[in-house]
């Protein structure tokens, strides 16, 4: 079954931390490629992390440094910390699977399945 769902947004104060989760099917951590995007109103969804079946990471400059992607394949779960949170890194945040191997890939295209979004806040 391929299904992902995300949790752990919230509201938090610049400089502050929150850790997303995405539950995914062991299948899909075992053969697929997974990655975080985010969408804030009004603009395009964009990557924000990316891990591939080994465990090889990749981020843009935007978030590098402050978040991390993981997993944790006896939970068959995916993770981003997300540490030293800025206004602009608010959004509606999505895990994606790739049907097949992109690699570290950040393009939006190369992912085929996506859970239902949680929303991080960060204020001033």
């Known amino acids: 079954d391929v299904q992902l769902v995300e949790s752990g947004g919230g509201s938090v104060q610049a400089g502050g931390s929150l850790r997303l989760s995405c539950a995914v099917s062991?299948?899909?951590?075992?053969?697929?490629?997974m990655a975080w995007f985010r969408q804030a109103p009004g603009k395009w969804l964009e990557g924000v992390a990316s891990?591939?079946?080994?465990?090889?990471?990749a981020y843009p400059d935007s978030v590098k440094g402050r978040f991390t992607i993981s997993k944790d394949n006896a939970k068959n779960t995916l993770y981003l910390q997300m540490n030293n949170l800025r206004p602009e890194d608010t959004a509606m945040y999505y895990c994606?699977?790739?049907?097949?191997?992109?690699?570290?890939?950040?393009?939006?295209?190369?992912?085929?399945?996506w859970g239902q979004g949680t929303q991080v806040s960060v204020s001033s």
């Open positions: 994606a699977a790739a049907r097949l191997w992109v690699g570290t890939s950040l393009r939006l295209d190369h992912y085929n399945y």
């Open positions: 062991a299948y899909l951590v075992s053969s697929g490629c």
């Open positions: 891990i591939d079946r080994y465990g090889s990471t």
